[in-house]
């Protein structure tokens, strides 16, 4: 059971072998940090689109609920 | 999930200490001698085993507990001789469970929402690769590095 805060991920092995490498080669303190800090990333670097999809399914949804 | 199928047996009457967990088991629970697998559901009736699951689970025949993100009772209950009938299996290969911040997790599923990504896992996967590959110089200097040091016993 994951500690209160968190959420339990079920991640690919191979996945999990590359966050390893980067805790072993010191570049990272733990598994859970590695994968929160590569998806902060990840997601920083689509910043533009995901605001732009957001745009988009707001500017549907009040069509939807404005007709 | 755990926590959702371990509130639901208590809600069906079994005693907390009928509920045996253990993720390291064959299955993911074994209730009053019953085995159990918990399972996320993905999309609309996507379930996914691995090879060695499917193996196994055809012999003991285990109780499927299906949860989906938004409710706390399972969303189906079947046993595995009968989870084809109501859902798509997919295969996958072995898998880890990694402890991620809440906030982090919100972060994920928004990718999902916006259909960035397919699922939660894929989306951790994808942005591993990715944060990988952009420090792979980085890397291979520390590898180097490491084995520089034992080489000369520093």
């Known amino acids: 059971m994951p500690l209160k805060g968190f959420k339990s991920v079920t991640v690919p092995e191979e996945a999990y072998v590359l966050a390893k490498r980067l805790v072993e080669v010191g570049l990272e303190e733990n598994i859970g940090e590695a994968f929160s800090n590569a998806l902060k990333e990840y997601v920083k670097r689509r910043e533009q689109a995901i605001k732009e999809l957001e745009a988009v399914k707001t500017k549907w949804k009040s069509t939807l609920e404005n007709p | ?154």
Request: proline share 4%.
């Open chain 2, 1 to 154: 999930m755990e926590a959702k199928a371990f509130y639901w047996f208590l809600k069906q009457g079994f005693k907390e200490d009928e509920i045996n967990f253990n993720s390291h088991r064959v299955v993911d629970l074994v209730v009053r001698g019953h085995p159990y697998e918990i399972k996320k559901l993905i999309g609309q009736r996507v379930l996914c085993f691995t090879k060695n699951q499917l193996e196994i689970f055809k012999e003991i025949n285990p109780t499927i507990l299906v949860f989906d993100e938004k409710h706390m009772e399972p969303v189906a209950v079947v046993p595995f001789k009968d989870v084809q009938k109501e859902f798509k299996i997919e295969i996958t290969g072995r898998t880890k469970s990694v402890g991620i911040p809440e906030e982090i997790f919100a972060l994920a599923e928004k990718l999902v929402q916006l259909e960035i990504e397919p699922n939660i896992s894929k989306a951790f996967a994808n942005a591993m690769k990715e944060y990988i590959k952009n420090r792979k110089e980085l890397i291979e200097l520390r590898e180097k590095f490491q084995r520089e040091k034992v080489d000369t016993g520093g």
